[in-house]
């Protein structure tokens, strides 16, 4: 099982929805202005972390507090921003979000449950700190042109 902020999900429906929106979804009212993971599918997420990120997403662990069968750590996922972002231009900075994590493990070490910790909202701020520009459209597959004029 799985949870960051939303509901607690499968591994099958994580992979689903995709590790993207599993991250970035909440269960507070509303949803982030800069990342709707309600409009986005596992395909679109990974698209628009791809292309903000075309060199990596990297993830690291950075402090361990307790081990084995409950695992408290502390995380940093980090990679710099050469592509765009919901049309937002590459800042060419390093973007970096920090966590905890508390996993429970069984007897073989393999995570029965995670759960995650952070504020997506300091971590999409990082990603919309350049202005929208019109030369950075949003990316919708198969789209081309204005869809009001099709």
């Given at each position: 099982?799985?949870?960051?902020?939303?509901?607690?999900?499968?591994?099958?429906?994580?992979?689903?929805?995709?590790?993207?929106?599993?991250?970035?979804?909440?269960?507070?009212?509303?949803?982030?202005?800069?990342?709707?993971?309600?409009?986005?599918?596992?395909e679109s997420s990974h698209d628009v972390?791809?292309?903000?990120?075309?060199?990596g997403f990297a993830w690291e662990v950075l402090e361990v507090y307790s081990g084995p069968p409950t695992v408290a750590f502390k995380w940093r996922h980090w990679g710099v921003m050469e592509g765009p972002f919901k049309g937002h231009p590459p800042s060419h900075a390093t973007i970096n979000s920090f966590g905890t994590c508390i996993a429970k493990v069984d007897d073989k070490l393999q995570i029965t449950d995670l759960e995650v910790y952070y504020d997506?909202?300091?971590?999409l701020g990082q990603l919309t700190e350049t202005p929208k520009d019109r030369d950075y459209g949003e990316y919708k597959p198969g789209v081309v042109g204005c869809p009001f004029m099709q």
């Open positions: 099982m799985f949870r960051a902020g939303g509901p607690w999900l499968t591994g099958e429906e994580t992979l689903k929805v995709g590790s993207y929106n599993a991250l970035l979804q909440t269960t507070l009212e509303g949803e982030h202005e800069a990342y709707k993971a309600s409009q986005e599918t596992f972390f791809r292309s903000a990120f075309p060199g997506p909202t300091q971590f």
